[in-house]
């Protein structure tokens, strides 16, 4: 007999770029390509993370970020919301905006990065003054999983994407892959609620996926998207997915078409 239970996928936009507030950094930086959060965006993404913990009746079992530092640095932040040991005992860390005194409990929730999550890689998502001249953004997964909580990252998990898309990529092309890709990790954690880190781009697509009569405007730092899916169960691990319904969203600005 069939069982049917439901999954939940968060679709996030990471936190505050560092370059938004410091125009000379581009000027400077090693990778002008790939800024990292401003300490208002750790806090932000911080706070989102306790937001979703306190406000959904849910569990993130996992999550997927996007290589850029902005988005790892946003999930490191979420992830010690999701984790912090204080308020699983109802102490008091609840809306703190600080994330420096917050200890974890690392096995709640298991981190991977995702290439398939990444920016759209063209001229209209990567300022020209800052792409890469060779379209070689050099990332160094080891070192950016380094930034997320000790004990939180799952080195197993095989990705949708084993590398960035071609350089150059069309807009249509970036959003179906972030189509493809929400999908496809849900598909292959059935059982698990998701929290997924990327760019604008990527939260406005899901968006107009399942809302076909919106056009997003805007999707603001750590906007994000709650859908939903009924899932039934069969026998061997087998299953019978339902289609997602957006239940609620945070800082998105869309109007009608």
């Known amino acids: ?12 936009r990471h936190g505050d770029r560092l370059d938004n507030f410091e125009e000379l950094w581009v000027m400077k930086a ?11 965006g750790k806090i932000r993404a911080f706070c989102t993370g306790q937001k979703i913990r306190s406000n959904m009746d849910l569990k993130i079992h996992r999550v997927f970020v996007s290589p850029f530092l902005r988005c790892v640095q946003t999930a490191a932040e979420v992830v010690r919301a999701l984790c912090d040991v ?6 008091s860390n609840l809306l703190s905006s ?22 759209m890689l063209n001229l209209v998502a990567i300022r020209p003054a800052a792409a890469p001249k060779d379209g070689d953004f050099k990332f160094g997964i080891s070192q950016y999983e380094s930034e997320l909580p000790a004990g939180t990252v799952d080195n197993t998990v095989e990705p949708v994407y084993r590398k960035l898309p071609e350089w ?14 929400v999908k ?34 805007e999707v603001e730092y750590c906007g994000h998207l709650y859908a939903k899916r009924s899932i039934q169960f069969g026998q061997n691990q087998s299953f019978t997915a339902g289609e997602f319904v957006c239940e609620k969203q945070t800082g998105i600005l869309a109007a009608s078409k």
């Not at 007999?1 to 996030?12: E, F, G, L, R």
């Not at 090693?30 to 208002?40: F, N, T, Y």
């Not at 600080?98 to 920016?119: A, T």
């Not at 990529?169 to 959003?175: G, H, K, N, V, Y």
């Open 184 to 217: 496809a990790l849900a598909d292959k954690y059935p059982s698990e609620n998701l929290l997924l880190v990327t760019h604008g781009e990527g939260v406005g697509s899901i968006f107009t996926e399942l809302n076909k009569d919106a056009t997003v405007l």
């Open 30 to 40: 090693e990778r002008p390509w790939d800024p990292p959060l401003h300490q208002d």
């Open 98 to 119: 600080n994330s420096d005194s917050v200890i974890i409990d690392p096995s709640k929730v298991k981190v991977s990065i995702e290439y398939g999550l990444c920016e």
């Open 1 to 12: 007999m069939a069982t049917q239970k439901y999954q939940n996928v968060v679709v996030m």
């Open 168 to 181: 150059e990529e069309t807009l249509e092309s970036a959003r179906s892959r972030y189509k493809e890709v």
């Open 86 to 91: 204080a308020e699983r005992n109802g102490e």
